[in-house]
Antibody, heavy 121, light 111 residues
Framework: QVQLVESGGGLVKPGGSLRLSCVGS????????MTWIRQAPGKGLEWIAF????????YYADSVKGRFTVSRDNAKNSVYLEMNNLRVDDTAMYYCARPQGPQPNNWFDPWGPGTQVTVSS | QSVLTQPPSVSGAPGQRVTISCTGGNSNIGAPYDVHWFQQLPGTAPKLLIFENSRRPSGVPDRFSGSKSVTSASLDITGLQPEDEADYFC???????????FGGGTKLTVL
């Protein structure tokens, strides 16, 4: 079945860096856009990054632009999120999800179980 | 402050019907961009419930239905069941922000 699994989360100090990974299975990974969405503790959902299947198109939310970098390796069925200069308010559960439908009317399905990132001194 | 506005909480007794609203503006729902809905059970990742305003993925019971009108959308849940207790989020695209946006979420309590 179609599945996404994130990894790479952890505890990091403010100003530090972290690299998240998401592996997809059960579908032709190279055919699909991918996206990252996060959820701060007890809060709502925030879309943060989008990457097209060919990596030709990349978008970021203003909150992470210039600090986060999304990339992918279709040979490894993986998408990555490089996070630099982390701040306390980046603390969240990070989900990768597969956008579906015509841009920009995309919906996200499925989602991975998430990986927790905690930024604290 | 979320771009899409949802009530923080709704509640209903088993078997009853509840409606969750999602209000946006002219740069998102009213643009018009589609609205999608997600259900998040406690401690789990969000799951797609409704896409393209009113379409249900396979496996989602027909107790769940969605509708859209100008700058708002609604999720209706009929025949409430205890397992429906969850957080529900609406989602759309916003052309002013050039970003996919979510509502703040609505916590459904089944009394």
């Amino acid at each position: 079945q179609v599945q996404l699994v994130e990894s790479g989360g952890g505890l990091v100090k403010p100003g530090g860096s972290l690299r998240l990974s998401c592996v997809g299975s059960g579908f032709t990974f190279s055919d699909y856009y991918m996206t990252w969405i996060r959820q701060a503790p007890g809060k709502g959902l925030e879309w943060i990054a989008f990457i097209s299947s060919s990596t030709r198109t990349i978008y970021y939310a203003d909150s992470v632009k210039g600090r986060f970098t999304v990339s992918r390796d279709n040979a490894k069925n993986s998408v990555y999120l490089e996070m630099n200069n982390l701040r306390v308010d980046d603390t969240a559960m990070y989900y990768c999800a597969r956008p579906q439908g015509p841009q920009p009317n995309n919906w996200f399905d499925p989602w991975g179980p998430g990986t927790q990132v905690t930024v604290s001194s | 402050q979320s771009v899409l506005t949802q009530p923080p909480s709704v509640s209903g007794a088993p078997g009853q019907r509840v409606t969750i609203s999602c209000t946006g503006g002219n740069s998102n729902i009213g643009a018009p961009y589609d609205v999608h809905w997600f259900q998040q059970l406690p401690g789990t990742a969000p799951k797609l419930l409704i896409f393209e305003n009113s379409r249900r993925p396979s496996g989602v019971p027909d107790r769940f239905s969605g509708s859209k009108s100008v700058t708002s959308a609604s999720l209706d849940i009929t025949g409430l069941q205890p397992e429906d207790e969850a957080d529900y989020f609406c989602q759309s695209y916003d052309s002013s922000l050039s970003a996919w946006v979510f509502g703040g979420g609505t916590k459904l309590t089944v009394l």
